[in-house]
């Protein structure tokens, strides 16, 4: 079974530029969440979708940041216009089912890096 | 709201000796209690929670953490360790009936050989 993958692993881009991120879940996976490491700070979540609808956007750091999920499969992320703070890693996880305790899978992460 | 506090950021051990990891959790509401491992390159892997039932939970590859609601703890031990373990640690909490995991800063073990 293919893990949670995610692409592209590394970005770099320019401060005003636009990135999209993307994440494909373990098949089957109605769970999608993305999570964000600044450097050197914890791991922060961002969103969580059930199928194709934000169930949690409460992490989202403002209005830059836009999630989808269209179809209930892979999600995407967009930072539009990237700023300097917006540098870290970038993890996606999926589960199975909506409840709690029940352990998410990651991805490798995206590493983003804002110049 | 619920926060973690990982106090060490870096481990290091010789092979073969024991080490733990610390985690203390702030919350008001009841808790599920997890460590994250992640690897060299690689995502992060669960690698035990802690749902309800017995305090002393164990992984496969021979870590253990226990549960202590009056100290608000869950450290993680081994009591060998190998070059293998080498890795970043994560303790995560979320909220019984919630989702989104609420992580600590994380700790690095190193292994000297």
């Known amino acids: 079974e293919a893990g949670v993958t995610q692409f592209p692993s590394h970005s770099v881009i320019e401060k005003g530029q636009t990135v999209t991120l993307r994440c494909d879940p373990i098949s089957g996976h109605d769970n999608l969440y993305w999570y964000r490491r600044v450097m050197g700070k914890e791991i922060k979540f961002l969103l969580h979708f059930v199928k194709e609808s934000k169930q949690d956007e409460s992490g989202m750091p403002n209005n830059r940041f836009l999630a989808e999920r269209t179809g209930g499969t892979y999600s995407t992320l967009k930072v539009q216009p990237a700023e300097l703070e917006d540098s870290g890693v970038y993890f996606c996880?999926?589960?199975?089912?909506?409840?709690?305790?029940?352990?998410?899978?990651f991805g490798p992460g995206t590493r983003l890096l804002v110049l | 709201a619920q926060s973690v506090t990982q106090l060490d950021s870096q481990v290091p051990v010789f092979e073969e000796a024991p080490v733990e990891l610390r985690c203390n959790y702030s919350s008001s509401v009841s808790v599920y209690l997890f460590w994250y491992v992640q690897y060299p390159n690689q995502g992060l892997q669960l690698l035990l929670k802690y749902l309800s039932g017995s305090t002393l939970v164990e992984s496969i590859n021979g870590f253990e953490a226990e549960f202590n609601k009056s100290q608000t703890s869950f450290h993680l031990r081994k009591p060998s360790v190998h070059i293998s373990d080498t890795a970043e640690y994560f303790c995560?909490?979320?909220?019984?009936?919630?989702?989104?995991?609420?992580f600590g800063q994380g700790t690095r073990l190193t292994i000297n050989p």
């Open positions: 995560a909490v979320s909220k019984q009936g919630a989702q989104k995991l609420v």
């Open positions: 996880a999926s589960s199975q089912d909506r409840l709690a305790g029940e352990t998410q899978y």
